[in-house]
């Protein structure tokens, strides 16, 4: 015990009455009589004075011990403030309950056990439906000319089509005309064929003396709406009776979409020919007049079961009629149940991790199923093609988009089209940016995504022209188009607002688990350019002091430190671990989120190691935060010795034992059981070091038990018996749901109570949890792990004494009065058992 709990013990012990001072001998009866009066009264006066003089020495060298002790105890009480709190200047402290849950739901996002380093494409050639390509060939097909018999047969036989189809089909007819608006790959080409092919069987045509044409043509859209009404039923290629499918592309900058009057003349000349058109557009802010127009409509997708089943049918029928001569003996009847059972399974499922699938990936997915079932593959194989379907979707999202702004100019270019273009910059990169932002913020509010897509929008479009100033419109987004172009969804649910706990929002997810992962590898490793943008942007996250915002920015930042270590740390890693406090958190999360994949684990945690020991004071606070994470070291014994190294070094940055002492607490908190009685007894250790700093830290960790709640610690357990109490005091949680560590806890608690330096924040602690007894409606909150633990920590008299007058002090509180019945309850939940075996050595030790 430390000198100072021993003084602090005499000054606990029973009031004693004051010893009576001596009664004055008067004069006469002092040996000597008056004869010796005045030499006697010389000489006592020579001794009162020695008296006084010694006193007010002793009474001196009181005030400079109590000093000492009220400085003493002043500067501990730093050690139990915010650890992470910001620097002077920023915006105060960050709330680390609503961090611990934006963790959470962030981490399901990138833990599916998926391999997201290399995806196995090698028995897969290529795969072709509608308006979306598969494979190697990345060159578009012509849209130009007749489309052919045998396409428009397969169509008839296969095509699923989409809810709302019947009025598609009835507005095409009434108007000649029709915007069909939809994402890329959605089958909107597939179905624009379709209506074609219906409304056009019955319509008298112009065959030129060849009745085996086609009656749907592909127009090219370059010559634009007012070519195409006035050449329809021109003769030649543009026949009469015919159907005309044009696919507007108006997402390239400069590009603008045809207006009301150019669309009536088209009509018009359908009408007069008695042909038809399909307009196909891209849903987006460019094309939102058009659709909002009388020839509009969007077009939705085809059911994904149906679709799988319609092509899985197809699929199987032709390898059935084709094994035949084989001895293949079960139909397809017999294989499609089979099939069924296959995709259900959980790790097809998670494999493929899309919610719905394009009638380009049914069609990629009913082969694998087929090659499956017929032998042709494994289940290895079946996975790793399965996996392919959101890297090529990703793949498709990225290639080539800025590929319009690196052309040269066209031939014959007015002057300002090029600036035109430019201007469009911020238009052509808001989509990828908004998938981007999407994979990092997955979960997020749709404002704060949204508003996080924009600020990417701009670095990209000045990266790709940093001599011109990027523009966007304020008015023109989309947020359906944002959702249709980027496969997501908005849902209802909650976000963790500092301050204010958990307050309704809408959220926005990928619709698939596989997606976020996907875009992020598809971003990386094969777009390098486009990493110094995404690293300023991911910097400016760091600085957002939301939490759904930061900390879901530092998982995904730490999933990119996997893909490409040596860069991340580089740019992202060590430039924040030796910024603000804000920072430091942000790059300790980034590294714990590598430490969980085993490839990167050693380095990790050899870098935190060395932060440990480095001179910046910065980067041992970072290492510390990530050390409670509990990744970032070999052992838990590892964890503690790094952590103490930071808590007891003293060069004036007091608020590393506070840090330190934190992320001891936090590491109690981790779902491994066998950790929490190591980490009691090394704090019970510290406590009776000889060195006070180990003492402060000890001690200060003690409190941070008794304050926290479970809540607040990064913990990923939110399902276990101690998560399930996460507004509850950490001491108390512990003591309830594991009775063995009751005792070395309430230890803690005692030494913390009994030692002078802390003995003010230990009652502070102390009468917080007793409040948390019961709840304000009466219901009952902490009262079993304050049953498990009073009786420990009121043993002996003076402790009960302590107990008494603590509570007595909150039942007179003029703010927060505390029931007389309840202080009763408290007392005699304390004082049922009054001695215990472990309490009674530790009192007399």
């Known amino acids: 015990m430390s000198d100072d709990q021993q003084s602090d013990d005499v000054a606990e012990t029973p009031d004693k009455a004051p010893d009576k001072a001596p009664a004055k001998t008067p004069e006469r009866d002092q040996p000597g009589g008056k004869e010796n009066g005045r030499d006697a009264k010389e000489g006592k006066d020579g001794k009162e004075g020695a008296e006084g003089k010694d006193k007010k020495e002793e009474d001196g060298k009181q005030d400079d011990k109590d000093n000492e002790r009220a400085l003493a105890a002043e500067r501990f009480k730093e050690y139990t403030r915010a650890p992470f709190a910001e620097e002077q200047g920023e915006d105060g402290p960050t709330d680390l309950a609503a961090a611990s849950r934006t963790r959470r739901a962030t981490r399901m996002l990138f833990e599916s056990g998926r391999d997201l380093t290399s ?497 910046t004071w910065t980067l041992r606070s970072t290492a510390a935060a990530a050390l409670g994470y509990g990744n970032c070291a070999d052992t838990t014994g590892d964890a503690l010795d790094a952590l103490a190294r930071i808590g007891v070094r003293d060069d004036g940055a007091q608020s590393l034992r506070a840090a330190a002492a934190f992320n001891v607490v936090r590491l109690l908190a981790l779902p491994d059981r066998a950790q929490a009685p190591k980490v009691l007894r090394r704090m019970a250790e510290w406590t009776q070091h000889k060195r006070d700093a180990h003492q402060d830290l000890g001690l200060a960790a003690a409190i941070w038990l008794a304050e926290t709640r479970v809540d607040k610690l990064l913990i990923d357990e939110p399902a276990s018996s101690l998560g399930e109490r996460g507004d509850w005091p950490l001491a108390l949680a512990l003591a309830d749901t594991r009775p063995e560590l009751a005792m070395p806890i309430a230890d803690l608690l005692w030494t913390a109570l009994n030692t002078a330096r802390s003995k003010d924040v230990a009652m502070d602690a102390l009468e917080g949890m007793l409040r948390t007894a019961v709840r304000k409606d009466g219901t009952e909150w902490t009262s079993p792990g304050l049953a498990a633990l009073l009786p420990a920590l009121a043993a002996e008299e003076t402790d009960r004494r302590r107990l008494d007058w603590l509570l007595r002090r909150m039942m007179n509180d003029p703010d927060d009065p505390f029931p007389d019945a309840r202080a009763r309850s408290l007392w005699w939940m304390a004082v049922n058992q009054r001695t215990r075996s472990g309490q009674e050595e530790r009192s007399h030790g």
């Open 119 to 615: 995806v196995d494409r090698s028995f897969i050639s290529s795969a072709h439906f509608g308006d979306i390509f598969l494979g190697t060939d990345t060159h578009p097909r012509l849209r130009s000319g007749p489309v052919p018999a045998d396409e428009l047969r397969r169509l008839r036989r296969v095509q699923v089509v989409p809810d709302g189809y019947v009025l598609l089909r009835s507005k095409l007819r009434a108007r000649r005309l029709l915007v069909l608006g939809a994402a890329p790959g959605t089958g909107r080409t597939s179905t624009a064929l379709s209506l074609l092919d219906e409304v056009t069987s019955d319509a008298p045509r112009d065959t030129d003396g060849d009745p085996a044409a086609s009656p749907v043509r592909r127009v090219d859209p370059d010559g634009g709406v007012r070519q195409l009404a006035g050449q329809v039923g021109s003769g030649g290629e543009f026949p009469s009776g015919t159907g005309y499918l044009m696919e507007l592309s108006l997402t390239r900058p400069g590009a603008l979409p045809p207006d009301e009057m150019d669309l009536d003349e088209l009509a018009t000349a359908l009408a007069r020919c008695e042909s038809f058109a399909v307009l196909v557009v891209t849903v987006g802010s460019a094309a939102g007049p058009v659709l909002a127009g009388r020839y509009g409509m969007l077009c939705p997708p085809a059911p994904t079961q149906e679709l799988l089943t319609t092509r899985l049918r197809e699929r199987l029928e032709e390898r059935v009629e084709e094994g035949a001569e084989d001895g293949v003996e079960e139909g397809v009847d017999e294989l499609l149940v089979r099939a069924e059972e296959l995709v259900r399974r959980e790790d097809v499922v998670e494999a493929v991790g899309l919610k719905d699938l394009r009638p380009a990936e049914a069609e990629l997915l009913a082969s694998l199923l087929a090659g499956r079932l017929l032998g042709e593959l494994s289940q290895r194989e079946l996975l790793a093609g399965c996996r392919s379907l959101a890297a090529d979707q990703a793949q498709e999202w990225f290639a080539g988009v800025d590929r319009t702004l690196a052309a040269p100019a066209r031939k014959g270019a007015r002057d300002g089209e090029g600036s035109v273009e430019r201007a469009g910059t911020a238009a052509l990169f808001h989509p990828v940016a908004f998938r981007i932002a999407l994979a990092v913020l997955g979960g997020a509010a749709h404002s704060a995504v949204s508003s996080a897509a924009h600020l990417l929008t701009w670095e990209l479009s000045v990266q790709c022209d940093p001599d011109h100033t990027p523009a966007r419109p304020l008015f023109c987004d989309d947020p359906v188009a944002d959702l249709a172009l980027s496969r997501a969804e908005l849902t209802d649910g909650e976000v963790e607002v500092p301050g204010a706990g958990s307050v309704a929002a809408r959220l926005i997810w990928y619709r698939g688990g596989a997606l976020p992962s996907a875009v992020l590898a598809e971003l990386w490793e094969r777009h390098f350019p486009v990493r110094a943008p995404v690293v300023r942007w991911l910097r400016l996250l760091a600085d957002d002091q939301r939490p759904q915002v930061w900390v879901r920015a530092a998982v995904a930042a730490g999933e990119l430190l996997v893909r490409d270590f040596d860069h991340g740390f580089a740019e992202l890693v060590r430039p924040l671990a030796e910024g603000t406090a804000h920072r430091r958190l942000f790059a300790a999360t980034m590294m714990d989120q590598a430490a969980g994949h085993a490839s990167h684990r050693k380095a990790v945690r050899k870098l935190v190691e060395d932060w440990s020991r480095s001179p």
